[in-house]
């Protein structure tokens, strides 16, 4: 008798290190999710390459860009935290339509028409769209010159919308990822190529072979964070944007990827 109560005091000592090691390991464990607030836990939706607002980072494996520190930087200031999710432009559109995800930051352009069935923050950069043309073409000097060329641009993006509606006499060609587009361009096969201004002037000026801009900027635009229709996240978020505006939080984060700022953010301050 002595030495079954015995066993069963052993028994139920080692039940409970067990449960104890276990409760242990699962606290421990916080998934892909940035920050820790004690919050809530928010998915973003961010394109996967869109330099320099969002791009995957080749040696760490990690999604980095003006974008991803943003809002890192609005989620600690709100106090939540997120998990960040890539993928095509498109799906980060299509993501926010069926509320998928909790937040987009995609360098996406506000418009009307996405207005209709997504809602956005307050504008967190201004910006338009940008011709590339070869470095030695000198018959593309400005949009005026883009009859019977051949442009290239992204796909679902408001460059492709722009070209549609006033270049009709050009030869629109769509790619799924900007950058094919500028190898067609430094290849030969494209005339040239409109994209959104930060876009085209980092690439030229950092990844390209032999390219140049054209023209002035066109069609101002605005860069928003998107949310699914009626969103609570939406006043959270700006106000967290605003005190990074006026604390020097955004400067410091526009620095860092875009260097002294040329344009971007006046109408948000």
């Not at 043309?133 to 460059?159: F, H, M, P, W, Y």
């Not at 050009?170 to 096969?189: H, K, N, Q, W």
């Not at 900027?217 to 106000?239: C, M, R, T, W």
């Amino acid at each position: 008798m002595k030495a079954k109560w015995y066993l069963f005091i052993m028994v139920m000592a080692l039940s409970m290190l067990l449960a104890a090691c276990g409760s242990d390991s699962e606290a421990g464990t916080s998934g892909d999710s940035e920050g820790d607030s004690g919050g809530e836990t928010y998915t973003v939706a961010t394109d996967n390459n869109f330099v320099p607002f969002e791009f995957m980072n080749e040696e760490t494996g990690e999604m980095e860009g003006f974008d991803i520190d943003l809002i890192k930087a609005i989620a600690d200031e709100a106090g939540f935290n997120i998990e960040i999710e890539s993928m095509k432009f498109d799906g980060v559109v299509a993501g926010m339509q069926s509320g998928r995800y909790d937040i987009g930051i995609a360098g996406m352009t506000i418009t009307e028409e996405r207005k209709e069935t997504i809602d956005f923050s307050d504008p967190y950069y201004d910006a338009g769209l940008m011709l590339a043309v070869s470095a030695d073409n000198d018959e593309i000097q400005s949009e005026d010159d883009l009859a019977g060329k051949k442009v290239g641009t992204r796909s679902g993006t408001t460059s492709e919308t722009y070209i549609r509606e006033n270049h009709p006499d050009a030869e629109l060609i769509t790619f799924p990822g900007i950058v094919e587009a500028y190898m067609d361009l430094e290849s030969g096969r494209l005339d040239a190529v409109m994209y959104d201004v930060p876009n085209v002037q980092y690439y030229v000026a950092n990844d390209s072979e032999g390219l140049k801009t054209a023209g002035d900027i066109l069609q101002g635009e605005q860069y928003g964070i998107a949310f699914p229709k009626d969103s609570e996240l939406v006043s959270d978020v700006n106000e967290a944007l605003q005190t990074l505006i006026d604390n020097g939080t955004y400067d410091d984060i526009y620095e860092e990827w875009f260097g002294e700022r040329k344009y971007g953010t006046e109408s948000s301050e």
